[in-house]
């Protein structure tokens, strides 16, 4: 079962990879039919949602036979949790395509889910067991819930974006135009720095490149209150470029003619992954950097503005209310699952309904985003560009929640990160 699962979600990749080809095709090459290019459209964009209907059941296939498979439903640890979450995701999609029919929104929501599935590919896959604040029926209610309503977010964010890209003047020379050009070209620039991290990791892994270390730091014994020192492993699988705070190495391939680490962590980065964390994120930076440097060597000119020309003729205002809406079904569901249902939970697993847990902070920081999302949407007016800013920011809100305090800020939920 467990193999089954590995190769329908392989399979799912790809077909949401041709999907996206299509929708892609279902726009841009319109300019070079030479017959009716609104027929043109309708018939890619059909044939790229039924691609996109049959990766979804590739994907459903892999997680039922991974349920079968492991025993419990796969949403514990961050592999589990990002597959998920991509499947949700295009289930999003599925729903607001259906209501709108925007072949445009393929474009953007597809790679999110693709870009999800690879990053979920970095963690260790192997099925793990159940710890027993995860053995509960109430797991499956609250991530699952939560995740579906963040997987609304992602399209919100999707349609977000694709209106800053399509209603922003790139020509325009005015204050404001430049500081929503630069605004969106950083976004872009982190979205390709997520990427070039994911290839890297890949390109490093299939290289077989690895390097370990032994890091000695000092514990202190919960019981006795007396410290005590130990050694630990800290395995890369990205070249060294920060060693580990107080560490030897154990073993190391020369990378670029570089035959030790450059620097070490500082000294109050001293836990067991805090070194390997801050040569990730430097390595992230310099890939991400190359990868924008070389795509504005191609296109000759800032990304935004390069996308910008594909989306003519697309209504801004369609994009603004499929945003809208996207947002608006995900709240409430992300209100159940994220608070509700995860207070029900919390509970359950440890006596309370909520302990101030850097996940359960961000959960509420997510929440009163989007709630002051739709309180300034509905009441103030805000929308087009103001409202779309706040769908952009709001999922990168989400995105921090989900990776940001899972595998930086250490709590009750750190086990995500395993």
Not at 211 to 231: D, R, W
Not at 273 to 302: C, D, Q
Not at 356 to 365: F, N
Request: include cysteine; charge should be positive; hydrophobic fraction near 50%.
């Amino acid at each position: 079962m467990l193999d089954i699962s590995g190769d329908a979600l392989l399979l799912a990749l790809f077909i949401y990879c041709f999907a996206f080809l299509g929708f892609v095709l279902s726009i841009a090459g319109r300019r070079w039919s030479n017959r009716d290019p609104q027929a043109h459209t309708l018939r890619w964009s059909r044939l790229s949602f039924i691609l996109t209907i049959v990766g979804l059941a590739s994907h459903l296939t892999y997680f039922i036979t991974r349920w079968i498979g492991g025993g419990h439903i796969p949403n514990s640890n961050m592999y589990e949790f990002m597959t998920l979450l991509s499947m949700l995701i295009t289930v999003a999609f599925v729903i607001i395509y259906l209501i709108y029919k925007p072949a445009v929104l393929g474009i953007f929501s597809l790679p999110i889910s693709v870009i999800i599935i690879a990053y979920a590919s970095v963690f260790p896959q192997e099925v793990q067991p159940l710890i027993p604040a995860l053995n509960s029926y109430w797991l499956k209610i609250h991530v699952t819930t939560a995740a579906l309503g963040e997987a609304f977010f992602a399209v919100g964010f999707a349609s977000g974006l694709m209106y800053l890209l399509r209603a922003t003047d790139f020509e325009s020379r005015t204050k404001q135009a430049r500081k929503a050009q630069r605004g969106i070209e950083l976004i872009l620039l982190t979205v390709i720095v997520v990427i070039a991290f994911i290839g890297g990791v890949f390109g490093f892994k299939a290289g077989g490149y690895h390097a370990e270390f032994s890091q000695q730091s000092t514990v202190k014994n919960k019981e006795t209150g007396a410290e005590e020192v130990s050694k630990q492993t800290v395995r890369y699988i990205l070249p060294p470029i920060v060693k580990p705070y107080n560490s030897e190495i154990v073993s190391f391939q020369p990378y670029l003619g570089i035959k030790a680490p450059l620097l070490e962590a500082p000294s109050w980065m001293n836990g067991v992954n805090a070194g390997r964390k801050l040569n990730t994120v430097i390595w992230s930076l310099i890939l991400g950097a190359l990868t924008y440097a070389l795509l504005r060597l191609i296109a000759r000119k800032p990304l935004g503005k390069a996308i910008h020309r594909l989306l003519d003729g697309i209504n801004p205002e369609d994009l603004d209310e499929i945003s809208y809406r996207a947002n608006a079904i995900g709240y409430p569901i992300f209100t159940l699952g994220a608070l509700i249902f995860a207070m029900i939970w919390a509970h359950y697993a440890w006596s309370r309904f909520w302990g101030w847990d850097p996940k359960e902070v961000w959960a509420l920081i997510t929440w009163l985003f989007y709630t002051a999302y739709l309180h300034l949407r509905l009441s103030k007016g805000w929308q087009g560009s103001k409202s779309s800013w706040l769908a952009v920011i709001g999922f990168i809100i989400v995105m921090f929640t989900l990776v940001g305090v899972n595998l930086v800020i250490a709590g009750l939920h750190s086990y995500a990160g395993v």
